[in-house]
């Protein structure tokens, strides 16, 4: 493996008419150290090994306990694996009641810790969408490298294997939190597998052996898509993080030309009659159809397709909202000097039309007059400032609705004294 250079800070912007920063964030960095010469020279090509900090400040054992045994979890945020196997929810579930309505899919804390006790490995999934430390380094993650992430969790008790040799249909940042884990690398049995592309587990634990690694806390293990692998608990306990890369791939471009085809009157025909059994029919026919494909394609506007491609990444990408209801509680209390600046992992964009001003963020549009855009890059700058910093652009009463709108948007925080 290569040594990691010094990080370098990079910077990167929408391209819109009026956008907000995106500046390379820490969580790459922690994952890879030099994060531009990763993206360059690593992402999406080879595997690549990193001793850093510990990462329990995103998920701690004390953490997973707590979750595990008091915060009353559900299917499918937890799954239990033995040797590769999933184990049946009836062995570790429970039927409730919450209120007047009954669910059969409460975690069962005893008996997923007597399971796990006995060799099983606990998986906690999705917590990207559920735990605020992981949401927000996920968020980092998918302004550093453009693609969406998810977050799973893995604790496997000792001289245990959660997983047999497979390979993952997306990229993985393996973060080491707790004790230590043996992973075993082995070649691809296919380059840049696609999600229906599954692992055939017999096979993959056939393939050579690439390289063998310890993973201990701080450490963070990256692979590509389809590069096997499995790993085995031997020393004690181990926790680790799964950060997946949901990659937009360039088969995903050209399903989107595809889906155009839709609109041509002569694709939508049924193929001429006789064409199963006459494969002259046949190959004419495909043919036709291939050379209206063809058609479709040298009429598709490339820069329009790119920014659609764009707004739709950027609007399933929801403004994290942690502390949102302390700040609209203090919303009453907001003047002329109270500090906000920019939520972190907010990404936004503000295009003008006409008289209005839209400005985007996930999928929210949310309108506002066109003279205000100046006040709104100065507040979505990333700088810490009050409305009173506003007071060249606009007059007191039009500040404080503009900051209070913002807040109540989930743009900006309120920055309490000492943060």
Known sequence: MRTPRTPTPTARTLDAPVGGPLTAPSALERCVGDAEAFLAQRFGQEPNYREGPSFDDLLSLADVDALLTGAGLRRPAVRLVRDGTPLPPASWTRRVRTGAVTVDDLLDPARVLELYAGGATIVLQSLHRWWAPLTRFCRDLEQAIGHAVQANAYLTPRASTGLAPHHDTHDVFVLQVHGAKHWTIRAPLIDQPLARQTSDRKRAGQQPVQFEVDLRPGACL????????????????????????????????????????????????????????????????????????????????????????SERYWSERPPPVHGLLLDLEALAHLDDLTRVELRPGVVWRAEPKGDRLELSVGARRIDLPAPVEPAVSRLLSGAVLSAAGLGDLLDQDSRLVLVRRLVREGLLRIVVDGA
């Not at 694709?267 to 064409?275: H, K, S």
Request: charged content about 20%.
């Open 222 to 309: 990256y692979l590509p898509r389809g590069v096997i692998h499995s790993a085995l608990a031997e020393e004690g306990s181990s926790l680790h993080l799964t950060i997946g890369v949901l990659a937009t791939t360039y088969h995903d471009v050209v399903r989107q030309v595809v889906a155009l085809a839709a609109d041509v009157p002569s694709l939508r025909r049924p193929l001429p009659p006789g064409w199963a059994t006459d494969p002259v029919i046949a190959q004419r026919a495909v043919k036709e159809a291939l050379a209206d494909l063809a058609e479709v394609v040298d009429g598709v506007d490339g820069s329009e397709m790119a920014r659609a491609l």
